[in-house]
C-alpha cells in the first residue's frame, strides 16, 4: 500500500534580488523581491513523493543520488508541511521516499533550489491535503523558492512578523498579461559556483553596507515602478530597473570582504555588449540580468528574439574559446 505524488516546478528569474537575510533561521529576507517564473518545459524540477507503511526511514534521492535527510532547510519544510497537514495521524506517520530531479545543471547560478523546494512543498501539500498558500512552505527550504511556487510575475514579500507569517509570494500578473515577453538564458558557465548564495548574501550583509543602503533606500520605491511597469507592459521601465537591480546586486557583492565575484569576462563582455545594442537602438530592446553565476537571463520582447540572436550569434558564438557554451530560448508561461 502506498500513496505516490508528482509534481513540476519551474526556475523563476528575479528582476528585484533577494540578496540577505533578517532571520537566517527562518530565511526571512531584508527586502521584498519580483521575480518571472519560466515554464514548466524548459529548467524544471519535477519531484516524486511516495508515502507508504511499509517504508523503514524517510529517505531522498537528488539526481539519482542519495542524499541525507538530515538536512535542516529538508526538516524545516517537513515540519511545516506536518503543521497544516489533514491526513491521520495513522497515514501521517508513514515514511516517506523522495526523488527529485532538474532538468539543468544544479547549484550553477540557476535557481535550482527556487524550483527544487518548490516541487518539493507543492508535491507534498498534494501528499497531506494541505490547502492555502504553500509559498511560506517553499520558503522554509530556501528564500527563493517561494516564488516558483507561482506562474507568471510574483512579488515575494518580505513581511513584518517575526514568526515569518507574514513573508510569503503573491502573484501580480499571469504569464499571459504580458505574452510577448520572452527570457532567453546565456548558459556561460555550468559547474558549481564558488560561493553558496546563503554564504554569499551572509557574508555581504555583514561587511557591505551598500546592501542595507539598497535594500532600504532603493529597492521600496523600485519595487513599486516595476511592479507598475509590468502592469503597463512598459518594457524600458522594466528594463532599466532590472539592469540596474542587478548591477547593484553585483555591486554589493564586490563591495563584501572578502568580495563575492559571481561574474566573469563574459558576463561583463554581455553586460557591454547589451548597453551598445541598446544605445545604436531608438527604443531600450533587451535587460540583462545575473543571479549568483556568471550566466546571463536576457529579458526582451519576442519581435526583437531574432535580431538579438543574430547579434549574439556574430559577437558571442557558441565556441569553446570563449566559454560560451550554449543557450537557450524560453517563454513565460503560467504554470
Ligand atoms: C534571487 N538569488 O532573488 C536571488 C538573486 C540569487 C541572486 O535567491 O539561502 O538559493 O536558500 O534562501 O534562495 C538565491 O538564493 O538562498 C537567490 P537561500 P537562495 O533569486
Redesign the pocket.
Known amino acids: 500500500m502506498s500513496i505516490t505524488v508528482t509534481c513540476v516546478a519551474p526556475v523563476?528569474?528575479?528582476v528585484i534580488?533577494?540578496?540577505g537575510?533578517r532571520d537566517e533561521d527562518l530565511?526571512l529576507p531584508i527586502n521584498d523581491?519580483l521575480?518571472a517564473t519560466l515554464d514548466t518545459e524548459h529548467l524544471c524540477a519535477k519531484t516524486t513523493v511516495r508515502a507508504s507503511p511499509e517504508f523503514k526511514e524517510n529517505k531522498i534521492w537528488l539526481n539519482g543520488r542519495e542524499e541525507s535527510m538530515d538536512n535542516p532547510?529538508l526538516q524545516n519544510c517537513l515540519k511545516e508541511i506536518m503543521k497544516r497537514s489533514q491526513l491521520s495521524k495513522d497515514m501521517e506517520s508513514w515514511k516517506l521516499h523522495i526523488c527529485s530531479e532538474n532538468n539543468f545543471p544544479t547549484a550553477a547560478?540557476l535557481?535550482s533550489?527556487?524550483a527544487g523546494y518548490a516541487c518539493l512543498a507543492a508535491a507534498l501539500a498534494k501528499l497531506y491535503k494541505v490547502e492555502g498558500d504553500i509559498s511560506g512552505i517553499a520558503r522554509a527550504g530556501?528564500?527563493?523558492?517561494c516564488r516558483s511556487v507561482y506562474g507568471g510575475f510574483v512579488r515575494w514579500y518580505k513581511g513584518s512578523d517575526p514568526t515569518g507569517i507574514d513573508s510569503i509570494a503573491k502573484p501580480i500578473a499571469p504569464a499571459s498579461h504580458w505574452p510577448d515577453m520572452r527570457i532567453l538564458v546565456l548558459v556561460v558557465n555550468d559547474s558549481k559556483k564558488k560561493v553558496s548564495?546563503?554564504i554569499g548574501?551572509k557574508r555581504t550583509l555583514l561587511t557591505s553596507e551598500f546592501l542595507t543602503y539598497k535594500a532600504e533606500k532603493i529597492i521600496p520605491k523600485r519595487i513599486e515602478q516595476i511592479q507598475e511597469a509590468i502592469l503597463k507592459k512598459d518594457f524600458e521601465t522594466f528594463a532599466e530597473h532590472t539592469m540596474r537591480d542587478s548591477n547593484e546586486?553585483h555591486a554589493a557583492c564586490l563591495a563584501a570582504y572578502p568580495p563575492c565575484i559571481y561574474m566573469n569576462d563574459t558576463s561583463h563582455l554581455i553586460v557591454e555588449l547589451m548597453h551598445q545594442y541598446n544605445s545604436t537602438s531608438d527604443r531600450t530592446k533587451v535587460a540583462y540580468s545575473f543571479?549568483?553565476g556568471p550566466n546571463a537571463t536576457l529579458f526582451l520582447l519576442e519581435k526583437d528574439v531574432a535580431e538579438l540572436l543574430g547579434i549574439l550569434d556574430h559577437y558571442l558564438p557558441p565556441a569553446v574559446d570563449n566559454n560560451l557554451e550554449y543557450r537557450k530560448g524560453i517563454s513565460i508561461e503560467v504554470t
Do not use: E, L, T
Open positions: 523563476n528569474i528575479a534580488k533577494y540578496w537575510k530565511i523581491s521575480s532547510r547560478g535557481a533550489s527556487a530556501s528564500g527563493s523558492a548564495s546563503a548574501m546586486m543571479d549568483a
